[in-house]
């Protein structure tokens, strides 16, 4: 059995659906292992465009198994939902997805409670997405959340109940929620759902007997894993590889590849810091170029130069084996592109990511700047066809971080890809 892990390495939206795309169509099981549909990922193929936000992206490939893994949190209407829209695309999905019986239910009250919890902080908005997450992580570290198979067992309600009345007490009257409605709706789904809950351990265990491959694909990004990002403007889920591991039952001997996914510069979505940040035309350029926007929120992207240090930081805690570097046509029209390599920080330079938050939003960014190559890359097909100052570009950032760039995105397409 080999194990490949895809991961992003900056603060998400980096393009990790693409190259897991391109990988499953010769992997046999796509598991998700973490997260939940405040993920957003999309894969162009054929012309046709396809959303993903709790489906593995391996479900566009006809021979992979999909898995939502048990470190994830499901919102069972939004999965619902999401298997529609793709079958309204034309894609096939019957007896491809599957959702483990042990990850965790996001409910529709706890939907409700994510936004409760924003209203109550006076300054420093968190930016959620306002899907449940944090309140089902929240739940689930306090053994009081509720898992897929708990959905079918008598105890179902009792649970639900004890829960709902839990944040009825926490909230008082800003609380609002048709406990009923939801119980209802549970009850109504349980014959579709049961078709798609299954126990993951003998999925997994027969892909390792029969030697299969596994792709494990990631949702957000390391910079917002709840230990090792930029806390407490991060996601509720560990989003590097000790989340990729703890969400499947998959050991680190399987593993034989950890690709960090990486945008040729640096999107955040959402409130927290952001060092390279450029407000200004660049800023306005990148985005506009990029077409930077949220696949799961609608929100624009904040955009800046490439942040190495943000790299050597991800890379320390993820330990990748290669790099995908994605979207470098956006920077096809720039006279000069920056790069920063350390930090000044009350005059003393460093080369580390800072642990608080005030420390990370004093710093400044100290650049290395490259000219620019003022010329198409879109849709390059060899490494050696791009011009000799990308190329560069390129080897700079491979060679900083002593990782190889094996994958290069040059377009939104399948086949927009270089690989090396």
């Not at 936004?115 to 908005?125: A, I, Q, R, Y």
């Amino acid at each position: 059995m080999s194990v490949t892990a895809v991961l992003g390495a900056q603060w998400g939206d980096e393009g990790k659906g693409k190259l897991v795309d391109i990988l499953a169509r010769n992997t046999n099981l796509c598991c998700r292992a973490q997260g939940g549909n405040n993920a957003g990922h999309t894969i162009v193929v054929d012309g046709v465009t396809y959303d993903f936000h709790i489906l593995p992206s391996g479900l566009i490939n006809p021979k992979c198994i999909n898995l939502v893994g048990s470190g994830c949190v499901v919102h069972v209407p939004s999965f619902f939902k999401e298997l529609d829209a793709l079958k309204e695309k034309g894609l096939d999905t019957t007896d491809k997805i599957y959702i483990s019986d042990r990850a965790h239910v996001v409910f529709d009250v706890q939907q409700k409670v994510d936004g409760l919890e924003e209203k109550e902080l006076k300054e420093g908005l968190i930016g959620t997405t306002k899907k449940g997450i944090g309140p089902t992580y929240s739940t689930k570290m306090t053994r009081s959340g509720l898992r897929m198979c708990d959905l079918f067992s008598e105890s179902f309600e009792s649970k639900y109940r004890r829960m709902a009345d839990g944040f009825k007490k926490r909230y008082g009257n800003l609380f609002e929620h048709d406990v009923e409605k939801e119980i209802e709706y549970f009850h109504t789904i349980r014959p579709k759902l049961q078709d798609f809950v299954i126990d993951q351990t003998p999925l997994i265990s027969s892909a390792k007997k029969q030697k299969s491959s596994i792709l494990m694909e990631g949702a957000n990004a390391l910079m917002l894993d709840i230990d090792h990002g930029t806390y407490p403007f991060v996601t509720s889920s560990n989003t590097g590889l000790g989340g990729a591991i703890t969400g499947l039952n998959i050991g680190f001997r399987s593993l034989v590849e950890v690709i960090g996914v990486v945008k040729a510069y640096t999107t955040r979505v959402g409130s927290g810091p952001f060092p390279t940040e450029q407000l200004n035309e660049i800023g306005e350029k990148l985005q506009s170029v990029g077409r930077e926007v949220g696949v799961t929120t609608g929100r624009k992207r904040r955009c800046g130069w490439l942040d190495l240090v943000v790299m050597k930081h991800s890379c320390e805690y993820n330990d990748y084996t290669t790099l995908n570097l994605t979207k470098l046509d956006i920077l096809d029209d720039f006279d000069e592109i920056k790069v920063a390599v350390s930090y000044s920080i009350g005059g003393a330079e460093q080369d580390t990511y800072p642990a608080s938050v005030e420390a990370q939003e004093a710093v400044e960014p100290v650049y290395k700047t490259f000219k620019g190559w003022k010329a198409s890359t879109t849709a390059t097909k060899r490494w050696e066809d791009l011009p000799e100052l990308a190329r560069s570009y390129v080897e700079f950032i491979e060679g900083f971080l002593g990782v190889r760039v094996k994958w290069i995105g040059v377009g939104p397409k399948r086949e927009d890809m270089i690989v090396r």
